[in-house]
Nanobody, 115 residues
Framework: QVQLVESGGGLVQPGGSLRLSCAAS????????MGWYRQAPGKQREMVVMTTRGGSTNYADSVKGRFTISRDNAANTVYLQMNSLKPEDTAVYYCKANTLNKEYWGQGTQVTVSS
């Protein structure tokens, strides 16, 4: 089993920045891919970025050049640095971890971009 705990959401003005954190615990050695999804009101959950243990990353086109994922393997934590935030980035952000045969989700953290 893997447990994921997110932190770092909040309210920010357009053009501002936030950093999200996701701390993993439990069977962390079994995690192969980790990253972030988001879900805006009335919309489907969508991938923001995922990264492999080897460092390969895949960003959604909508966040390329603005968001950066980083990974601290020693602390079993991934971070999402979000810059130049836009109102359309408003959503609940979920951390996700994949093992060989299972997916795990965090509880979500709200990000609101508004003036």
């Amino acid at each position: 089993q893997v447990q994921l705990v997110e932190s770092g959401g909040g309210l920010v003005q357009p053009g501002g920045s936030l950093r999200l954190s996701c701390a993993a615990s439990g069977s962390v050695f079994s995690i192969s891919v980790m990253g972030w999804y988001r879900q805006a009101p009335g919309k489907q959950r969508e991938m923001v970025v995922m990264t492999t243990r080897g460092g390969s990353t895949n960003y959604a086109d909508s966040v390329k050049g603005r968001f950066t994922i980083s990974r601290d393997n020693a602390a079993n934590t991934v971070y999402l640095q979000m810059n130049s935030l836009k109102p359309e980035d408003t959503a609940v952000y979920y951390c996700k971890a994949n093992t060989l045969n299972k997916e795990y989700w965090g509880q979500g953290t709200q990000v609101t971009v508004s003036s």
